[in-house]
């Protein structure tokens, strides 16, 4: 098949594939017959860019392979089964990395031009810098005692420092949280305090309340008053008593977790329902240190593409699916339009400029 109908200055390329972005076609894969090197070009009619992807056909399977033994920590990853942390990260990205820049670019460094920190060998395209950063996130901490997962206590810190992260004394915590992983993790690890996306509740000196003391409270409050006397019945969400408040984001969603199981959900201000966010606030607390250690990763690595934002929501879909590997519940499918998966659709909110 060729690009010819599509564009002139894509001319005779020969079609191998697409790159797909929440299940649809982002970019497709082309190849130069005269060349053999690999371009990813927008998927719209007609395509402005391409963008250099790997030196040949046979390249781009092997780096794709590789990125699939990373997932499946096989091959040259199988060092890396029952390791987790910081460590496990780094060796992982080094190993993921360097499949990368082994393949034969040319003399001429096509495709490695792109600019990036020293101790890259090479600069790489935007698509493998993205999956040599973000991928071996996932490595950052295995089980959790009865959690999803066993966040260390300095994983937060080191993203958001010191100053950053709240921790809880268990004279904070409602007697209505009752899930003792919960109620350790809290204590033990705390919320990240200082991240763009989510902000705990209330402050240092204020202890954790359930949605019924909240919602009693917003009722009392001069500031929110008017919600409540404008003669509109506002039910609160089943076992309000049994739900605990932990934060709120940008996007005006309350952040909850069942005091009883510990899952986590997030519900409208004065809203009744209630949707999954997390599986636990392990996994809450993962998506939000991913989001920051993205975001530090951001302008070094240029994760978005070279010249403009052309890549931004392939960085979005690869950090859905680090979250999806740790956490089968924050990306479960959407069930109808007014189902709402909140780190899906707000990591891919590039209008809003979230990474």
């Not at 020969?14 to 649809?24: M, R, S």
């Not at 395209?125 to 996130?137: E, G, N, S, T």
């Not at 309350?254 to 986590?264: A, C, F, K, N, P």
Request: hydrophobic residues 40%.
């Amino acid at each position: 098949m060729s690009l010819r109908e599509v564009c002139p200055r894509v001319a005779g390329m020969d079609v191998l594939g697409d790159l797909l972005v929440e299940g649809q076609t982002a970019h497709h894969i082309v190849r130069d017959p005269e060349t053999g090197r690999v371009y990813a070009t927008e998927s719209y009619d007609p395509p402005d860019e391409m963008y250099p992807l790997a030196p040949s056909a046979e390249a781009l399977r092997r780096m794709s392979a590789a990125v699939s033994d990373l997932d499946a920590l096989r091959g040259p990853f199988s060092g890396l089964r029952g390791r987790f942390g910081l460590g496990a990260v780094k060796e992982a990205a080094r190993l993921l990395s360097s499949a990368f820049t082994g393949e034969d670019w040319g003399s001429d460094g096509w495709g490695l031009a792109a600019e990036g920190p020293e101790e890259w060998v090479h600069g790489l395209p935007p698509v493998w810098r993205i999956q040599a950063c973000v991928k071996p996130l996932a490595l950052i901490a295995g089980p959790g005692r009865g959690l999803r997962m066993d966040l260390a206590a300095d994983v937060l810190t080191n993203i958001f420092g010191a100053d950053g992260v709240r921790r809880f004394t268990p004279g904070d915590l409602p007697e209505a949280l009752t899930h003792a992983p919960t109620r350790r993790f809290l204590t033990e690890v705390g919320l990240p305090s200082d991240v763009p996306l989510f902000y705990p509740t209330g402050s240092e000196d204020d202890p954790l309340c359930t949605v019924a003391e909240h919602r009693a409270a917003s009722a009392r409050d001069p500031r929110l008053r008017r919600h409540f006397e404008d003669g509109t019945s506002h039910p609160v969400i089943p076992d309000a008593d049994r739900f605990v408040l932990l934060g709120g984001t940008p996007q005006d969603v309350d952040v909850v977790v069942d005091g009883r199981t510990g899952e986590v959900h997030w519900t409208s201000f004065l809203g009744d329902d209630l949707t999954a966010m997390n599986a636990d606030i392990s996994t809450l607390v993962f998506a939000l240190w991913m989001y920051g250690t993205v975001e530090a990763l951001e302008k070094p690595y240029a994760l978005k593409g070279d010249d403009t934002d052309s890549h931004y929501h392939f960085l979005a879909d690869t950090m859905v699916g680090v979250l999806e590997s740790v956490d089968p519940v924050a990306c479960l499918p959407e069930t109808g339009p007014e189902d709402y998966r909140y780190w899906p659709e707000v990591w891919h909110d590039e209008a809003g400029g979230v990474l």
